[in-house]
């Protein structure tokens, strides 16, 4: 049972407007979310997280918002660029005995056109 | 060298090989990470390390043995793998064990077992 559910595969965007990603979590002990990028033959950069004590966060062209009632964040770039077509991986963290957990899902492909 | 380096890239193997993954970050981290990527499977956490000591073990078959002689190098030692042990090996480290941490990632080794 996926505890981080990434549920669009992928997303095809034109160049300048908006690239909306989705995450969707069941575990309301997560407190750490985390959002990360991978092209191919490389392994996932860090792209920006937000805890749980934030409902929002910004970092140039992407901005994280989070909506812990309805166990769900969204990643946000704008304005979307054909060097954002990667795989995008949402992750989130939490604590289970005397260890912190980062679960991850499976991924958006995301596809920016010129 | 910057970031984090793994070695090989791309690994075949029978079944009764023997075999290591090498994995080395020169970003002065204190804590390595081993994930599995299968196909269609989220990323899954194998082993953690911090200060080279072992400190998660999720449950990883005995043919995966980990070694981390420094905080700088692991390694992951492969014997009597299976098919379906077939997949990407991520190495990452991170500063510390706490979610704000961010994790980074090396390229990676594609390993088909035969």
Known sequence: DQQVKQNSPSLSVQEGRISILNCDYTNSMFDYFLWYKKYPAEGPTFLISISSIKDKNEDGRFTVFLNKSAKHLSLHIVPSQPGDSAVYFCAASAFTGNNRKLIWGLGTSLAVNP | ?114
Do not use: I
């Open chain 2, 1 to 114: 060298e910057t970031g984090v380096t793994q070695t090989p890239r791309h690994l075949v193997m029978g079944m009764t090989n023997k075999k290591s993954l090498k994995c080395e970050q020169h970003l002065g981290h204190n804590a390595m990470y081993w994930y599995k990527q299968s196909a269609k499977k989220p990323l899954e956490l194998m082993f953690v390390y911090n200060f080279k000591e072992q400190t998660e073990n999720n449950s990883v078959p005995s043919r995966f043995s980990p070694e981390c002689p420094n905080s700088s190098h692991l390694f992951l030692h492969l014997h009597t793998l299976q098919p379906e042990d077939s997949a990407l090996y991520l190495c990452a480290s991170s500063q510390g064990r706490l979610a704000s941490y961010e994790q980074y990632f090396g390229p990676g080794t594609r390993l088909t077992v035969t």
